[in-house]
Structure formats: C-alpha cells, structure tokens
C-alpha cells in the first residue's frame, strides 16, 4: 500500500474502502441467503432426491438394500407367521438376518438367477 500524503487521497482512500466493504457485505448476505435457503428441510429432502436420483449407483444400492430387508421380512413371516412360540420367534429372526445379509452380500447373483427363471417360465415352446 502506498503512503497517503494529502487529504484528498486519504478521502479517496477511505471511499474505495468503504465501497470494497459493502461489497463484501452484499456478498455475505447473499451466501447467507443461499445458505438459509438450502438448509430449509423441503430443499434438504429435495436435494437428496435429486442425489438419488442422478446416481444410478446410489440408487441401484437402495433397490438392493430394500430388497434385501423385504426378502428377510418375508421369510421371517413365513416361518414365524401368527405363532406365539419363542422357538419360532427367534429361528425367525435368525432367519431374517441371514437371507437379509445373504441377498445383500449377492444382489447380481440372485438377479442373474431370476432373469434364468424368468426366461425359463415365459419361455415360448416351439
């Protein structure tokens, strides 16, 4: 910075200052907007939709993820069903978790098998 020697630079000095300054502060309170605007819980959910949805791998895991969950709900409510019996309750619930971990741990497997069994029953007989 250069030394000011008269009046007139140091008014002019002060004026540049002070226009850097509101500057600076629109800025600010421009980016706090934004920031405010981003953190609303609507614009949170939509955002993470939007993740989703442009991510075919995030979206592929959460298909595998739910499938996953509902093969070992079903199987637990198979073996379990309306019964009152701690025995079965908790077979059940091993049960769950291990279809749970197995179809999670092998979602291309098990999608290969059902594209052959899919292939297998619509399969045109010439």
């Known amino acids: 910075m250069q030394n000011i020697t008269s009046v007139a630079e140091l008014k002019n000095a002060i004026l540049v200052v002070e226009i850097e300054h ?3 502060e629109q800025l600010l309170k421009d980016q706090f907007h ?3 605007e981003s953190l609303k819980p609507i614009n949170l959910i939509k955002s993470a939709f939007n993740d989703i ?3 075919p791998s995030l979206l592929e895991n959460l298909i595998s993820s739910a499938m996953s969950m ?3 709900y079903l ?3 198979i073996v379990v069903g309306g019964s ?3 025995f079965r309750k908790i077979i059940g619930s091993l049960l769950q978790f291990g279809v749970t971990k197995l179809v999670a741990n092998n979602p291309d497997k098990i999608k ?3 594209h052959l069994i899919m292939q297998q029953f619509f399969h045109k007989k010439d």
């Open 22 to 24: 509101a500057i600076n």
């Open 34 to 36: 934004i920031t405010y």
């Open 53 to 55: 949805g442009s991510s």
């Open 70 to 72: 509902a093969s070992g």
């Open 75 to 77: 199987t637990k409510k």
């Open 84 to 86: 009152g019996n701690i």
């Open 112 to 114: 290969s098998f059902g």
